[in-house]
């Protein structure tokens, strides 16, 4: 590993699912020593994370960081803790101001390691609506078929 190789360590591949991202942000994380090396390794989950701002802090919820099986007495005992995530008061700020319209909500996308740093990269998210969610699969099927017309002309002309 490179010194600022951004390995993806865990994605979130709902969010696209079920959010319209129009905003993404960085964010440092508050961990411990086994943490950072459980995730090192892998072992972390953000499908049911949610991220919440109180104080001009911002905090994640239900990320799922599994125990370093290694781990010393720092070692936290309870994998869902909330965690502090590091990011410019402005841009704190502004994700408050963004965040209070209706329908939006702060999303945990991606986590990944920069420069040795775990990161974690937030969207702002809107929340679809089923008929959206339908129409993005109706979509996405028209392309497949596309992509397989596509693939079996080649084999014809050749």
Known sequence: ?????????????????DY????????GMVL???EIKSLRNGRANIGDAFATIR????H?????ISP??????SNPTDPTRTRKLLMHKQ????????????????????????????????GLGRGKKQYD????AAKRDAQRDIQRALREKQKIAR
């Open 20 to 27: 319209f991202i129009e905003e993404t942000y960085e964010a």
């Open 60 to 64: 994640i919820h239900n990320m799922h």
């Open 133 to 136: 969610k339908r129409d993005t």
């Open 91 to 122: 841009q704190i700020s502004k994700l408050i101001g963004l965040s209070k319209q209706e329908g939006y909500t702060i999303v945990p996308l991606k986590i990944y390691i920069r420069n040795g740093y775990a990161k974690l990269l937030l």
């Open 1 to 17: 590993m490179g010194k600022s190789d951004g390995k993806v360590l865990a994605q979130n591949k709902k969010a696209s699912h």
């Open 32 to 34: 411990t020593g086994t």
């Open 55 to 58: 104080n001009g802090e911002i």
């Open 68 to 73: 370093f099986e290694q781990g010393n007495r």
